[in-house]
T-cell receptor
Framework: DTGVSQNPRHKITKRGQNVTFRCDPI?????LYWYRQTLGQGPEFLTY????????KSRLLSDRFSAERPKGSFSTLEIQRTEQGDSAMYLC????????????FGDGTRLSIL | DAKTTQPNSMESNEEEPVHLPCNHS???????IHWYRQLPSQGPEYVIH???SNVNNRMASLAIAEDRKSSTLILHRATLRDAAVYYC????????FGTGTSLTVIP
């Protein structure tokens, strides 16, 4: 069973550097979601795609954040000029588009900003 | 935005039923109620969802109030592997997770 795959699992970087995360969804899923989760909190929605179209973005997604899904398959989330407050777990999920389908989550990328 | 309210924590003895409540008084007519759970260092895992009628699957049951302003996730026999944070979310609400209920299962 090939579930949602996220790489890397951990990323440590210095403040001000750019970082990029990758998410490979379940192959037949055409919706892909990005969330951010800090310690003790539930996941916070960032953005989602249906195929290659980015349909919704949260106000949490500042102009330093950009997400792409160029061919409607894998997606990347880039953070430019990282700040201490960006330290979090970044989760990706995918689902089928029809109706209220369950989201299948990866195990996340943990970002630590030094 | 419609939001959900859950107790911060609950405890249950192993092999006993657990009822996890969720209030969602501002739910809209088209919002589905989903439940997920999350183990440490893992992504959330789908448990169950419903719209108006009660639902059962191999993991749990979902009881939805007639006015849909609350719901209850029922684990029929808690095991140690059920210890997790349980989230009730409304799909159609920008996928708002809240802080969930941390379930402790006592052997």
């Amino acid at each position: 069973d090939t579930g949602v795959s996220q790489n890397p699992r951990h990323k440590i970087t210095k403040r001000g550097q750019n970082v990029t995360f990758r998410c490979d969804p379940i192959s037949e899923h055409n919706r892909l979601y990005w969330y951010r989760q800090t310690l003790g909190q539930g996941p916070e929605f960032l953005t989602y795609f249906q195929n290659e179209a980015q349909l919704e973005k949260s106000r949490l997604l500042s102009d330093r954040f950009s997400a792409e899904r160029p061919k409607g398959s894998f997606s990347t989330l880039e953070i430019q000029r990282t700040e201490q407050g960006d330290s979090a777990m970044y989760l990706c999920a995918s689902s089928l588009a029809d109706g209220p389908q369950p989201q299948h989550f990866g195990d996340g990328t943990r970002l630590s900003i030094l | 935005d419609a939001k959900t309210t859950q107790p911060n924590s609950m405890e249950s003895n192993e092999e006993e039923p657990v009822h996890l409540p969720c209030n969602h008084s501002t739910i809209s007519g088209t919002d589905y109620i989903h439940w997920y759970r999350q183990l440490p260092s893992q992504g959330p895992e789908y448990v169950i969802h419903g719209l108006t009628s009660n639902v059962n699957n191999r993991m749990a049951s979902l009881a939805i109030a007639e006015d849909r302003k609350s719901s209850t996730l029922i684990l029929h026999r808690a095991t140690l592997r059920d210890a997790a944070v349980y989230y009730c979310i409304l799909i159609g609400n920008q996928f708002y997770f809240g802080t969930g209920t941390s379930l402790t299962v006592i052997p």
